[in-house]
């Protein structure tokens, strides 16, 4: 499948400590522990010999011991050492199931297969922004559904009345969707928010810039008109457990230095928990990429997500 060469946020960095942590991705078993030099090292969670599971070992002096019978692997995945056979070397062929690991936006990503490089977010190294991650948050739906609502406009009015719009306001602007080097850019997104941001106190007009640099992250900035220089990037980022469950993350870069982390993360646990039970109530909890329900042009850009899904291959969450 092409989701197992794409990179997928699995935990929160500071989730693994000193014991092993299991993580489901694409409904498969993982386990994550940290070696000798504090690397996040990924295996499948199963032992090569009687397939227990690595995730109830204990990680001692830089590798990972397996619960059942005590055969120790090391960083890459190798047999080091088998207590029962003291002097057994472990042949080449005795090693757990490695995968690539990487940390970044203060989450521990994990790439099943392939070579791809670790994706870049957008403001993550810009200083003049705060960084901030909020989450994770278990939901009942695919992977897909999660971005196509983090895309849409036309329901902030009615899901965030009062927070991204109002009733009086539904009417939707005219906006541009195109192809960009990593996926999708849709520009000139436009809506009126009587709190667009945690230290909004009036309403006023934002303008939004939706990019989606990967099948399940997705990025907007927004620009309020009224707040000169301030910006915020708010990255999702999802990570496909199952076939209709996800695990999701928001990744904040904004210019707000006066709110607490309590503050900004309370105000975007609101926006998405309005959100949650309207995405679980879907049906189906699989995104359809053609036929099935009904469009207006109102839904540019979910169209346009759902052709970027098929064009690279998606099949995990949709229909």
């Known amino acids: 499948m092409k989701e197992h060469l794409l990179w997928h946020p699995v935990c929160g960095a500071d989730e693994l400590k000193g014991a092993p942590l299991p993580v489901r991705l694409l409904e498969r078993e993982l386990v994550l522990w940290r070696d000798a030099a504090g690397q996040a090292r990924a295996f499948t969670d199963r032992c090569p010999h009687r397939g227990a599971r690595l995730?109830?070992?204990?990680?001692?002096?830089?590798?990972?011991?397996?619960p059942y019978h005590g055969w120790q692997f090391d960083a890459g995945g190798q047999c080091v050492k088998v207590p029962a056979l003291p002097a057994f070397q472990p042949p080449a062929g005795h090693k757990a199931c490695t995968h690539a690991v990487a940390e970044q936006a203060g989450l521990l990503w994990?790439?099943?297969?392939?070579?791809a490089p670790v994706p870049s977010l957008d403001g993550e190294h810009d200083a003049r922004l705060r960084?901030?991650?909020?989450?994770?948050?278990?939901?009942?739906?695919?992977?897909?559904?999660?971005?196509?609502?983090?895309?849409?406009?036309?329901h902030f009015g009615l899901v965030h009345e009062g927070w991204l719009g109002d009733r009086a306001h539904l009417a939707q602007h005219d906006y541009r969707v195109e192809a960009s080097a990593a996926g999708l850019l849709a520009t000139g997104c436009?809506?009126?928010?009587?709190?667009?941001?945690?230290?909004?106190?009036?309403?006023?007009?934002?303008?939004?810039?939706?990019?989606?640099?990967a099948p399940y992250?997705?990025?907007?900035?927004?620009?309020?008109?009224?707040?000169?220089?301030?910006?915020?990037?708010?990255?999702?980022?999802?990570?496909?457990?199952?076939?209709?469950?996800?695990?999701?993350?928001?990744?904040?870069?904004?210019?707000?230095?006066?709110?607490?982390?309590?503050?900004?993360?309370?105000?975007?646990?609101t926006i998405f928990?309005?959100?949650?039970?309207?995405?679980?109530?879907?049906t189906p909890r699989r995104l359809p990429l053609s036929g099935g329900e009904l469009h207006s042009?109102?839904?540019?850009?979910?169209?346009?997500?759902?052709r970027?899904?098929?064009?690279?291959?998606?099949?995990?969450g949709v229909c």
């Open 273 to 282: 928990t309005q959100d949650q039970p309207v995405l679980e109530s879907q």
């Open 110 to 115: 994990v790439r099943l297969d392939g070579d």
């Open 55 to 66: 995730s109830l070992g204990r990680v001692q002096q830089g590798v990972l011991e397996c």
């Open 217 to 269: 992250t997705a990025v907007l900035t927004k620009l309020p008109a009224q707040q000169g220089g301030y910006r915020d990037v708010i990255s999702l980022l999802v990570c496909p457990t199952e076939l209709e469950r996800s695990r999701v993350w928001f990744r904040l870069a904004v210019t707000d230095f006066d709110s607490t982390d309590d503050e900004l993360r309370a105000f975007q646990h």
């Open 131 to 154: 960084k901030l991650t909020v989450g994770p948050y278990d939901v009942a739906s695919s992977a897909p559904r999660i971005v196509e609502n983090f895309l849409d406009l036309s």
């Open 190 to 213: 436009k809506a009126w928010q009587p709190r667009s941001n945690r230290l909004s106190s009036v309403g006023s007009e934002v303008e939004y810039t939706y990019a989606v640099t």
């Open 297 to 306: 042009a109102a839904d540019r850009l979910s169209a346009a997500y759902c």
């Open 308 to 316: 970027y899904l098929r064009e690279q291959g998606i099949t995990f």
